[in-house]
């Protein structure tokens, strides 16, 4: 088991080469436009959109691991909806009577109900597994670090240890299996597994924490005074003066050259921006004009004319053009 498998690694994508900022903007467009619509087929295309900009992204492969799991998990979605409606009409099986639920009536109506909501954690899925493998996170806490700065730094770390104990646990679990005794196996072994990784890091965030505190995080933002200079008789205090203002004027250029490499917005940022408004506008646009409507109950009612082609035909554009443009994906 790759314990990388779902976390972010610099690749020559045009996805890669965008801020974090924006790919994370673009990511949350296209969980909108999962949330907004209803009908499958805007939802097909959504669906074919994004495995296609997995492959432009270069992380096709762990998008169709993902796609594995979540149709995995959304067979027990369809199932359980198809037991527990009962608002359907059309009725394909009589169970009888099921006691305290009722008659067991199974519909044609709740198994497409179903399969959209499982349509959609498919989708919900896929957007947050391309999210975390194409979005640099250390980039995209940067973002907020003038926001709140131990709040990024927290988050910063803990990003970061999610795959060391990933590691941590693939390590103890080999060795656990290669004992020469006889090894603890089912509910037993896990929790030893369990205690081990707990323990482990907890042992770690100590030590994490005391190298923080070395290096001044402990009293960074506190408002404590900083060191005063010993005013000496007749001096009138112009060493110390004349050091802060040299050290005023050394922080003043290292703002000014940070400000000088400020990394400005290339191509691929105003693709993906651009693709972020058209997303929204166009799933906005089919959930008000009518163009994406969808109703199981209770009869089965879905909007399939013009409109509704030309929207899909349209997020399907939205999302994959900015794939077309692969220069500078290396820098």
């Known amino acids: ?130 999210a975390s493998l194409a979005v640099d996170p250390d980039e995209l806490l940067r973002c907020f670090r003038r926001l709140s700065f131990r709040s990024a730094l927290t988050a910063s770390l803990a990003t970061r240890m999610i795959p060391v104990l990933g590691a941590d646990a693939q390590r103890l679990a080999e060795a656990q299996r290669t004992r020469p005794e006889d090894p603890a196996r089912g509910i037993r072994g896990r929790v030893a597994l369990l205690s081990a990784i707990v323990g482990g890091s907890l042992e770690r965030s100590m030590e994490v924490a005391a190298t923080l505190e070395l290096r001044g995080f402990a009293v960074a933002g506190e408002g404590r005074p900083g060191p005063r200079w010993p005013r000496l008789p007749g001096s009138h205090a112009r060493g110390p003066r004349r050091q802060g203002s040299r050290a005023g004027l050394a922080g003043a250029r290292a703002r000014g050259s940070q400000a000088r490499l400020r990394r400005p917005w290339s191509r691929h940022d105003l693709a993906f921006l651009c693709s972020t408004l058209a997303v929204l506008a166009l799933a906005l646009a089919g959930r008000l004009t009518g163009a994406a409507s969808f109703s199981a109950y209770p009869l089965v009612q879905m909007q399939l004319d013009t409109g509704t082609l030309v929207l899909s035909a349209a997020l399907l554009a939205a999302i994959l053009i900015p794939f077309l443009d692969r220069r500078g994906i290396d820098r």
């Open 1 to 130: 088991m790759n314990t990388r498998l779902l976390f972010y690694r610099r690749l020559a994508s045009p996805l890669h080469a965008t801020r974090a900022g924006v790919g994370a903007a673009w990511a949350l467009a296209l969980t909108a436009a999962t949330l907004l619509l209803y009908n499958p087929i805007p939802l097909s295309a959504l669906t074919l959109a994004v495995l296609g900009a997995g492959v432009g992204a270069g992380v096709g492969r762990r998008l169709a691991g993902t796609l594995r799991v979540a149709l995995i998990v959304g067979l027990p979605i369809v199932a359980i909806n198809v037991l527990a409606s009962r608002e359907g009409l059309t009725v394909f099986a009589r169970l009888g009577d099921l006691g305290p639920f009722g008659q067991g009536n199974l519909t044609v109506e709740a198994v497409v109900y179903g399969a959209v909501i499982a349509l959609k954690v498919t989708l919900l899925m896929l957007v947050t597994t391309l």
